[in-house]
Nanobody, 115 residues
Framework: QVQLVESGGGLVQPGGSLRLSCSAS????????MAWYRQATGKQRELVAT???????DYTDSVNGRFTISRDNAKNTVSLQMNSLKPEDTAVYYC?????????WGQGTQVTVSS
């Protein structure tokens, strides 16, 4: 069973940057499509960014141009570089692994953007 562990969250001022990482173990990482989701308090979980096994990327409009998703198949990690952060980016960020019938989640990491 694949396990996902996120790291890199924290408190940052508006306009600042954070880099989230998700480490995967227990399965074939390079074959999986990976994604970052987020869920703000009182809101539904939303898709933030995806990167396919073929390294095609896609972003939700609200983060396009500010966030960059990347993967390192040698290290079994997917990262999310977040720049120009805004208070509305505050949420718990989740890593998602999707391959065939497997749709797996990490435990989440809190990102808080506040002055």
């Amino acid at each position: 069973q694949v396990q996902l562990v996120e790291s890199g969250g924290g408190l940052v001022q508006p306009g600042g940057s954070l880099r989230l990482s998700c480490s995967a173990s227990g399965g074939p990482f390079s074959l999986a499509d990976m994604a970052w989701y987020r869920q703000a308090t009182g809101k539904q979980r939303e898709l933030v960014a995806t990167i396919t096994s073929g390294r095609r990327t896609d972003y939700t409009d609200s983060v396009n141009g500010r966030f960059t998703i990347s993967r390192d198949n040698a290290k079994n990690t997917v990262s999310l570089q977040m720049n120009s952060l805004k208070p509305e980016d505050t949420a718990v960020y989740y890593c998602n692994y999707r391959r065939g019938r497997y749709d797996l989640w990490g435990q989440g990491t809190q990102v808080t953007v506040s002055s």
